[in-house]
């Protein structure tokens, strides 16, 4: 048997004999508590490691040197682990055994320690509430009550009392020594020293004293003592009425009080100087008495240096540089913002704000009164009169330059509002009172409330808006109000469309630009905008040009534009309950300008330009107008988009007015899209017309072609003259319409084109004789049509197959009289129709047609 392995030496031990030999087994495996204790101790492994140390050699060398088994090793392995095992077991019992006694000797300590802290804890207690009953008058131990700390309390609280009554005493006395000094001596000279030497403290007992004073007076001597003058101009006394004074202390007493209130504005203003805020707080505290304290109030405000200051340069001028006003001025340029002077004296308000809260804070104890006046005077006077200024600067530019002004100046004083709220001021760095916001609310409402009163500020709007759009439309309404004779182009129609609509808008604009209110500037910008230089304003004929009567997608962007930012500035001033009659206002100038004056008269000219073109015989129609079209729908569809996504919601507080807008807002687009439905279909009419008439110049025998070969092969080689100019005409038409339609307006067209080709077509065939060969000819013909149609992008609005009719029919001429008779078999009415074109064949009375007629 071999000896324990080396791999397990922490539990078996190597024998010391020779590698090879059998061992004795005279020692056992080894291990002691710790090989149980440790965390890698697995019970398994245990067992495992003590049977494989004991398996013999021969077992684990193969099969080719089994042996019998030995079961001695592993009973005697087994054996001396269980004894070692018993040994460890007792050993672990004793230890534990000390373990548990020591535990038990160490709560009997740990019982004890916690009874004696409680009774030193409850000896605690006890002390603490004798200590309590002796200071607030308990029982003592002598037995004695009102003892300790509510006596001491009681006996302060009496001598408190008789202090009190001690200086009222003092003061009545001195009142009345007081009041003996000026009625029997006509002077207060007590008075006066306590005034000159008792400091602040002093100043304010004279203010209250000499108010008791007048009370008495007014009293004792309602009438008072008056002090006649004599001839010479010497004061002498009147003599008293019993029960009155010799003097007049009425007058002495308020001369007193003015001087005194004098004194301490005087102190005051040399505290503030000094900024010895304590000073200043003592005299501010005195002549609160003085009518509630508005003299001080009012020295220290007029005094501020930030209204001497800004009162020298409230007078200047508003500077600026002529590009910054024109910027301002001009409706298609960003406004520069607020006026820089505004701007600088806005600043420096938040900081003298600010600033001088502090002091405010520190030198009145009615610092939110004080505040208060303060603010009114910054927004009344130098924010109010220099806002006055920069407004009517700004209004002697230009209408749209006042109301740009009017917006960045409320903008940028509400975030100078919003700022002083934020800060706190007095209450800094918490949010201000109550009082303060509700001062700057008012002040920054007052400020702009002139600007807003009933209708004036959207008048103010329209009244820029038209001006605008009567600008930009002007040479567009020139145009179209001059008459011309018989029109023979798109553009001389254009001419005649819209006088009775757009004249009115000419001489009011005409008008407009002659009236002496309006500001070189702005006259100079609607003459730009108009596209008119300042001679041509004395002009009675301006000059206008094909170009000029076009309609225009970026003058539409430029009115959608200006219009928006109208509407904005309108929500940022004006915005509240007012805000749907001011979208109402100013979707109706735009229905007015971009819809009637603008879209109507295009569409007008357009639609009669259509009209005349159906009777044309001589060359093919005009059909320029559709140029037009393209951008008389993208401006719709701005129009249409712009009032539904911007304006509608906008009116949606007052459903009244947001349905008046719904009404006027769909009669307007109904009736552009009407118009231009009348277009489309005056320009199908004209092109189908101009088909008829080429299709009448067909000649009978491009059906009935000669039987020579030379002829027949001529006429089989191309289609036939009437054939080819209308395909290229239809294919002109086409292409423009793809120009000026796109989408489903392009489909529809081209579909209801294709439609009136296929029933002209038709129609067309029944007026000829077609012979076999001429069969040959219709079929090549209708081939061309359905081609041309095949490459129009009808889309879904053409039926599948519309026009292989024109392919059927063709067929008719060509099939022999069984196959002829196979298509007629299908009978009803089409059977009956097709029946029509069998009869113009040439060989229609020959026996096979006849029967294949008669099976119909």
Not at 144 to 155: K, L, M, Y
Not at 389 to 412: E, H, I, P
Not at 503 to 531: F, H, T, V
């Amino acid at each position: 048997m071999p000896i324990p392995g080396a791999d397990t030496a922490s539990i078996l031990s190597r024998d010391a004999s020779t590698t090879g030999a059998r061992s004795t087994y005279s020692k056992g495996p080894v291990f002691a508590l710790d090989t149980f204790s440790s965390k890698d101790f697995i019970a398994k492994e245990f067992i495992e490691s003590l049977s494989e140390n004991a398996i013999p050699i021969s077992r684990r060398s193969g099969p080719g040197s089994q042996q019998a088994f030995d079961p001695k090793p592993l009973i005697r392995t087994f054996e001396h682990a269980l004894s070692r095992l018993g040994a460890l077991s007792e050993e672990l019992e004793s230890r534990e055994n000390e373990l548990s006694a020591s535990v038990r000797r160490a709560e009997s300590q740990h019982n004890q320690n916690v009874e004696s802290l409680g009774k030193k804890l409850e000896q605690a207690i006890e002390n603490f509430h004798q200590l309590d009953s002796s200071l607030n008058g308990g029982v003592s131990d002598s037995g004695d009550q009102d003892s300790g700390g509510n006596v001491a309390v009681r006996i302060g609280e009496r001598l408190e009392e008789l202090d009190r009554q001690r200086q009222r005493a003092q003061d009545a006395k001195f009142l009345i020594q007081c009041w003996l000094e000026v009625s029997e001596k006509g002077n207060i000279s007590t008075l006066e020293d306590v005034r000159r030497l008792g400091g602040g403290d002093g100043k304010v007992r004279c203010a209250h004293i000499a108010r008791q004073l007048l009370k008495i007076s007014n009293r004792l001597d309602p009438e008072g003592t008056q002090i006649n003058s004599s001839r010479n101009g010497n004061s002498v006394k009147r003599r008293p009425i019993a029960g009155q004074s010799r003097y007049p202390t009425r007058e002495i007493i308020e001369k007193f009080l003015e001087s005194l209130e004098t004194d301490l504005l005087k102190q005051f203003d040399e505290f503030y100087r000094r900024q010895n805020f304590d000073g200043m707080r003592e005299c501010a505290v005195a002549l609160r008495d003085f009518n509630d304290g508005g003299s001080v109030m009012a020295l220290f405000v007029n005094q501020h240096q930030f209204f001497i200051d800004r009162s020298q340069l409230i007078t200047e001028e508003v500077a600026g540089d002529d590009e910054t006003w024109d910027r301002l001025a001009d409706p298609d340029t960003e406004p520069p913002g607020v006026e820089p002077s505004l701007q600088s004296l806005v600043d420096e308000v938040k900081l003298v704000v600010q600033e001088e809260s502090f002091i405010i804070k520190r030198a009145f104890p009615y610092h939110d009164e004080v505040l208060v006046r303060f603010l009114q005077r910054v927004f009344q006077q130098s924010i109010q009169q220099r806002l006055e200024m920069v407004l009517d600067k700004a209004n002697s530019r230009s209408s749209l330059a006042f109301l740009r002004s009017l917006q960045a100046a409320r903008s940028y004083i509400a975030a100078l509002v919003d700022d002083l709220k934020s800060h706190g001021l007095t209450e800094h760095p918490e949010p201000v009172s109550s009082q303060v916001a509700s001062t700057l609310d008012q002040q920054l409402d007052d400020l702009f409330v002139p600007y807003f009163i009933g209708s004036s500020y959207i008048e103010r709007e329209k009244k820029n808006l038209e001006e605008l759009y009567s600008s930009l439309l002007f040479k567009f309404t020139i145009y179209h109000s001059r008459r011309r004779k018989m029109p023979t182009t798109y553009f001389q129609s254009l001419s005649q469309r819209g006088k009775e609509l757009v004249a009115s808008a000419r001489d009011a604009y005409m008008e407009r630009l002659d009236s002496a209110d309006l500001p070189n500037s702005q006259k100079a910008i609607l003459l730009r905008i108009a596209g008119l230089k300042d001679a041509d304003s004395e002009k009675k004929e301006i000059e206008v040009t094909d170009e000029d009567g076009r309609l225009s997608l970026p003058n539409a962007k430029r009115m959608l534009k200006w219009l928006a930012e109208g509407v904005g500035r309108g929500l940022e001033l004006n915005g509240g309950n007012e805000t749907p009659k001011d979208v109402q206002a100013l979707l109706n100038l735009l229905l007015s300008h971009m819809g009637e004056i603008y879209l109507e008269t295009a569409l007008d000219a357009a639609s009669d330009h259509a009209a005349t073109q159906e009777s044309m015989t001589k060359s093919p129609p005009d059909l320029t107008h559709l140029n037009s079209l393209r951008t008389a729908i993208s401006i719709l569809h701005l129009l249409q988009t712009s009032t539904q996504t911007v304006l509608l919601p906008l009116a949606n507080p007052n459903l009244t007015i947001r349905r008046e807008i719904d009404k006027a807002t769909t009669n307007s687009l109904s009736t552009l899209e009407a118009k231009i439905s009348t277009i489309i279909n005056r320009t199908i009419d004209a092109a189908l017309a101009w088909v008829s008439r080429c299709l009448a110049q067909q000649k009978k025998t491009d059906f009935r072609p000669k039987d020579d070969e030379d002829a027949l092969a001529a006429a089989m080689a191309t289609e036939t003259p009437a054939c080819a100019a209308v395909t290229q005409f239809l294919t002109r038409v086409a292409t423009q319409a793809s120009a000026a339609l796109d989408g489903r307006n392009l489909a529809l067209f081209l579909s209801e084109l294709a439609r009136g080709l296929r029933s002209a077509v038709l129609e067309h065939l029944r007026k000829f004789s077609v012979s076999l060969a001429g069969g040959l000819v219709v079929s090549k013909d209708m081939t061309k049509y359905v081609d041309l149609v095949r490459g129009w992008p009808t889309g879904e609005e053409l039926e599948p197959g519309a026009m292989d009719i024109l392919v059927e029919v063709a067929n008719l001429f060509v099939i022999g009289p069984e196959a002829l008779r196979e298509r007629l078999r299908g009978g009803g009415s089409e059977s009956m129709e097709l029946r029509q074109y069998v009869l113009k064949r040439e060989d229609a009375g020959s026996v096979g047609v006849q029967a294949a007629l008669s099976a119909v």
